[in-house]
T-cell receptor, first 111, second 114 residues
Framework: NAGVMQNPRHLVRRRGQEARLRCSPM?????VYWYRQLPEEGLKFMVY????????ESGMPKERFSAEFPKEGPSILRIQQVVRGDSAAYFCASSQEDTQYFGPGTRLTVL | KNQVEQSPQSLIILEGKNCTLQ??????????LRWYKQDTGRGPVSLTIMTFSENTKSNGRYTATLDADTKQSSLHITASQLSDSASYIC?????????????FGAGTRLAVHP
């Protein structure tokens, strides 16, 4: 059973471009969570999704950020018109019940 | 405001020595507390989980304690190894909005030197 997979592992974007981060949950998991980790800081919750539904997006900025978890395919975290402050590690976790399992993260660098 | 605070921020110890990491939390309602290990460039991996009624849990050389009255937890690492070098994150789970939401501490960065 493969773990949570994220790609790309590293992503470099120029200011104003779009960033798309993908997360494939563990097999059988229908819950996906996205977190952001800034340097020297703890992980911060962004959004919680179940298949085709956003359950809680209270940690996600209202503008430029969006997330989806379609019926088929991976979950996508999309950041439009990236700015330097978006540079961070973005982690995805999945669960079937309570325990969340984390992916290796995507490190986004905005030049 | 729900918060999890960890100390020390960073720690250097020699291989073979023991160490203890601290976690204080103000989270309500409380569901459980986990300690995670995060290696550089990787996602967090769960080491232990404790509910309100548990006050100690071991996983090999890792032993976690929980005092729900004072809202404090510790992670004790025995006979440290070079591979223990990582960030150790205290995470408190709070049931809110119909699911268990995780609140993360900033972590303690542990370096084990030969």
């Amino acid at each position: 059973n493969a773990g949570v997979m994220q790609n790309p592992r590293h992503l470099v974007r120029r200011r104003g471009q779009e960033a798309r981060l993908r997360c494939s949950p563990m097999k059988g998991h229908s819950h996906v969570y996205w977190y952001r980790q800034l340097p020297e800081e703890g992980l911060k919750f962004m959004v919680y999704l179940q298949k085709e539904n956003i359950i809680d997006e209270s940690g996600m900025p209202k503008e430029r950020f969006s997330a989806e978890f379609p019926k088929e395919g991976p979950s996508i975290l999309r950041i439009q018109q990236v700015v330097r402050g978006d540079s961070a590690a973005y982690f995805c976790a999945s669960s079937q019940e309570d325990t969340q399992y984390f992916g290796p993260g995507t490190r986004l660098t905005v030049l | 405001k729900n918060q999890v605070e960890q100390s020390p921020q960073s720690l250097i110890i020699l291989e073979g020595k023991n160490c203890t990491l601290q976690c204080n939390y103000t989270v309500s309602p409380f569901s459980n507390l986990r300690w995670y290990k995060q290696d550089t460039g990787r996602g967090p991996v769960s080491l232990t989980i404790m509910t309100f009624s548990e006050n100690t849990k071991s996983n090999g050389r890792y032993t976690a304690t929980l005092d729900a009255d004072t809202k404090q937890s510790s992670l004790h690492i025995t006979a440290s190894q070079l591979s223990d070098s990582a960030s150790y994150i205290c995470v408190v789970s709070s049931f809110s909005g119909g699911y268990n939401k995780l609140i993360f501490g900033a972590g303690t960065r542990l370096a084990v030197h030969p």
